[in-house]
């Protein structure tokens, strides 16, 4: 292929492509393409659990962050009302950072860490509470 020359910014700029660097760069979209099917298929699956410290409450979380799963001790029903509902949502929250945990997990090993940190932070946006201490969860 002959050379094709252009003046940009001042510059002449080679811009010659050849039958060689478009196959790389559909080999690159493909492979990246496959990861991201890969990644999608592999966060539908997560679930995180937490549990409190005193293992009367167990909240299990799906992909989305949303609670699949409650469980509590008989003994909840000694616990103030007000009380109970705190240590769910402190709970369902620790759950929550644990599921942020495994997708950063699973994205850095399937995209690279710098990669998958527009992944991480759309679910920490989602699922945590912001450094303001303002509930992100929505």
Known sequence: MPAVLSRRYGAVVDTTVTFDDVDRWQRSVEERAARARALSGRLAGLTATARDRDGLIEVTVGASGVVTGLRLDDRVRDVPPAHLARAIMAVMGGAQSLLVDQVREAAAELLGAESAQAIVSSYAL????????ADGRR
Request: aromatic fraction near 0%.
């Open 126 to 133: 989602r699922l945590l509470p912001t450094s303001d201490g």
